[in-house]
């Protein structure tokens, strides 16, 4: 079932471990929920999974368990700004505690980049000791 807009929504979040996924993080942009994908709308995260070097597989990680912790802190919502899904059928969603993005949390905490319709290049930017800007 799809997750409608505006989800309010509060579970206990740990990381993903292989199938069946139905409430874990995959990443820091990429999570489950009650076994729907969503893909935070409004960042992008370093990859753990498929990272290119190792500098981005060690932030991609920081990030995956920050998210676990921020969707634990307690209820949240789920927002359609823009497109509803992606290309890979995963649900795009702004999650939002309050009017607070979390998207936005984890970009403030250097954790993820604000989405501007493709991915960085991580390991550049983090060879040169900044974040893709």
Not at 110 to 131: F, I, M, Q, V, Y
């Amino acid at each position: 079932m799809p997750i409608p807009l505006a989800t309010l929504a509060a579970a206990a979040f740990a990381l993903c471990a292989e199938a069946p996924r139905t409430t874990c993080v995959v990443d820091g942009d990429t999570f489950w929920l009650n076994g729907e994908k969503v893909r935070i709308a409004d960042i992008n995260a370093p990859e753990t999974h498929s990272a290119a070097c190792p500098a981005e597989r060690t932030l991609g990680e920081r990030a995956t368990r920050r998210l676990v912790a921020l969707l634990n802190a307690g209820p949240f919502t789920l927002e359609i700004e823009g497109r509803e899904t992606d290309r890979y059928g995963r649900a795009l969603r702004v999650v939002k505690r309050g009017n607070h993005s979390l998207g936005e949390q984890l970009v403030s905490e250097g954790l993820a980049e604000p989405w501007r319709g493709k991915r960085s290049d991580w390991c550049t930017a983090l060879a040169g000791g900044a974040l893709p800007r």
